[in-house]
């Protein structure tokens, strides 16, 4: 059984999309639970527009949504591209925490690497 498991062609991309999602779902969730740990992670230049608690349960909202995209297996290419977009304007709007969010490239890598599967799946199809 183990081989059959093993030997499973969508096993990797199923394995990195649960990956992504359960970290999209994780920061969502202590979101919501502990926004003041949260809030200092949304760049500057929104919060000076928005409020920051309303721009963070936005966001959130949207990490959800994408988790559960991910997870869907529906447009795999599309929600991991989205998903890699995100996490790379994460990167960006908070370089000050790189010691931090330096983490997070690994992750656009790995949804890059979903999003090139996918593509090359649909193309055997």
């Known amino acids: 059984m183990f081989q059959k498991i093993i030997n499973y062609p969508q096993l990797p991309s199923l394995l990195i999309r649960i990956g992504l999602a ?3 779902t994780y920061a969502a969730v202590a979101s919501f639970v502990s926004p003041r740990e949260w809030i200092g992670f949304l760049p500057q230049p929104l919060t000076a527009i928005f409020p920051a608690e309303i721009l963070l349960q936005i966001f959130s ?13 529906v447009y795999v ?7 890699a977009f995100m996490l790379a304007g994460i990167v960006v709007s908070n370089f000050q925490l790189f010691s931090i969010s330096f983490r ?5 890598f790995a949804a890059l690497a979903l999003a090139a599967m996918s593509h090359n799946a649909a193309k055997e199809l």
């Open 61 to 73: 909202v949207v990490e959800l949504l994408l988790a559960a995209w991910l997870l869907s297996g």
């Open 104 to 108: 997070d490239i690994a992750l656009i």
């Open 22 to 24: 359960i970290i999209f």
């Open 77 to 83: 290419r599309f929600a991991a591209l989205f998903a």
